[in-house]
């Protein structure tokens, strides 16, 4: 679910980001404004309107609603924004040049170039995605469709909890979340600075 999580959202979010950095088109402005605003929407609104339209497309118990409006972040469209327009058009005239189309342009050489802020935005999806508890509890009912994080909780009954388990559980959960950041930790770094997120 992580994974693809991550892989949807840095594909699609590189798709919108390219074209606010680099097209024209009526409304652009208006459009990324709008993005940029629904950030500031707390995602404890969206819940019950959430639940009550995916119920009527029958989505409950079903991994849907934990893929489907997690396509495209707005975070993520914001800060791949920042990124290509970082990158000098000349690069990509270069490319109209010899020939290449809008999309060839964007896959062979905006998506090389920007691999520090796609690795940022995969690190940053992936564990959003791997640690989330509110959606798996939220929309799962069968007990194999349970994430790791909700199924950890099952160790807390009404009368003990078992700290041993929910301990050993909680390690092994953090352990793909750290092997990812030390592997790619150079990038993501990189990643940080060039969009102008250091230091936040």
Known sequence: LAVVNMASQVFFCSLAAYAFARMRFPGKELIFSFIIASM????????????????KL?????????????????FGIFMLTQFFKSIPRELEEAAYMDGASRF????SVAMPLSRPALITLAIIQFQGSWNDFLGPLLYLRDAKLLTLTVGLNFFKTQYAVEWNKI????????????????????????GASYSGLAGQ
């Not at 029958?58 to 707005?74: A, D, H, R, S």
């Not at 950041?181 to 990189?190: D, S, V």
């Open 40 to 55: 500031a929407i707390p995602g404890a609104v969206t819940l019950i309107p959430g639940y009550v339209f995916f119920a």
């Open 58 to 74: 029958g989505w409950i118990n079903t991994y849907w609603p934990l893929i489907v409006p997690k396509l495209v972040v707005p």
């Open 104 to 107: 060839r342009t964007y896959w």
């Open 167 to 190: 301990l050993v559980g909680s390690m092994f959960n953090a352990i793909p979340i750290l092997i990812i950041f030390f592997i790619f930790n150079k990038y993501y770094m990189e």
